[in-house]
C-alpha cells in the first residue's frame, strides 16, 4: 500500500506583484492519493521417479488507486493579517473545484509447468482481468499463453557430438491486456455551461466528452520461434528468433 498527500499554501498581499491587483490573494490546493495491491498466491511443486517435474501456481490479486484534489483561489480579502488562515473573509471565489478519480481492478491468474527428463518443457498460463475502467460490457479481459521447449542436446544423437554444448528449440503464444487510459472514460460527461434563451443569458449543463460503452481491453498478442545454440563449451553461442507482436 502507497499513500502521498501534498498541500499547497500561498497567500499575495496587495502589496506583492501577484497580489496588488487583487487586493490580496489566497490559493490552496490539496491533493491526497493512495494505492494498494493485494496479491495472494498458492503453489505445488514436485518431481516425480525423478524423470517428471511438475510446478503450478494459481492466485488472486486486487488492485485500487484513488486521487482527491480540492483547490481554492479567492480574492478580495479588506483584512490581510490572517492571510490562507482565514480565506472565509475573501469576498471574490475566483477558482474553486474538487476531483476525484478512483479505479478498481481483480484479477486471477494461473500457470502450469511440466518438464520430462529435463528434455521437455510445457508452460501453460491463464489470466482473468477486471477493470472498472471500462464499462459492463468490456469489464472483463482474458488472456492466455502457453510455451514449449525441447533441450536437443540432451538427446544421445547429440551428445555423442562433444563440439556441441547447447542445442535447444524452443516455441511460445501468449496473450497480454492494458487497461492504462484514465477513468471513467468510457462514460460520457457533463459540465457547466451557458445558452441564450428569451434573450437572457441561462445557466446549464452541456456535454463535454462523449460516452463510449465500446471502450475494452487493448490486448497485444506475441508469438515467438527461436534456437540457442552453444559451441565449443559456449565458446561459440548464437540465438536466432522469429518474433511477432501485434497490439489492438
Request: avoid cysteine.
Amino acid at each position: 500500500a502507497n499513500f502521498t498527500g501534498s498541500k499547497l499554501q500561498e497567500f499575495h498581499s496587495s502589496n506583492s506583484l501577484f497580489g496588488f491587483r487583487w487586493n490580496g490573494r489566497a490559493l490552496i490546493r490539496q491533493v491526497e492519493s493512495s494505492t494498494y495491491n493485494l496479491s495472494n498466491t498458492l503453489r505445488f511443486m514436485k518431481t516425480f521417479n525423478k524423470k517428471h517435474f511438475v510446478n503450478i501456481l494459481a492466485g488472486v490479486e486486487v488492485a485500487r488507486y484513488n486521487n482527491d484534489t480540492f483547490f481554492n483561489d479567492i480574492t478580495g480579502f479588506e483584512n490581510q493579517s490572517l492571510g490562507v488562515n482565514d480565506i472565509g473573509i475573501g469576498q471574490v471565489f475566483k477558482d474553486f473545484g474538487s476531483n476525484a478519480l478512483v479505479s478498481n481492478r481483480i484479477s486471477y491468474f494461473t500457470s502450469a509447468n511440466y518438464i520430462l527428463k529435463g528434455k521437455y518443457l510445457f508452460t501453460a498460463n491463464f489470466r482473468a482481468d477486471a477493470s472498472d475502467r471500462f464499462g459492463a460490457k468490456n469489464r472483463w479481459g482474458y488472456f492466455p499463453g502457453a510455451a514449449f521447449a525441447w533441450n536437443v542436446h540432451k538427446e544421445k544423437f547429440i551428445k555423442n557430438i562433444p563440439q556441441i554444448n547447447q542445442l535447444k528449440l524452443r516455441a511460445s503464444y501468449g496473450q497480454t491486456g492494458n487497461e492504462r487510459i484514465p477513468p471513467f472514460s468510457f462514460a460520457g460527461g457533463m459540465e457547466n455551461a451557458y445558452y441564450a434563451s428569451n434573450d437572457q443569458l441561462n445557466f446549464g449543463l452541456a456535454p463535454s466528452s462523449l460516452e463510449n460503452s465500446n471502450l475494452k481491453w487493448e490486448t497485444t498478442t506475441q508469438f515467438d520461434a527461436g534456437l540457442d545454440v552453444g559451441l565449443f563449451n559456449d565458446r561459440i553461442h548464437f540465438t536466432a528468433d522469429y518474433y511477432n507482436k501485434q497490439t489492438t
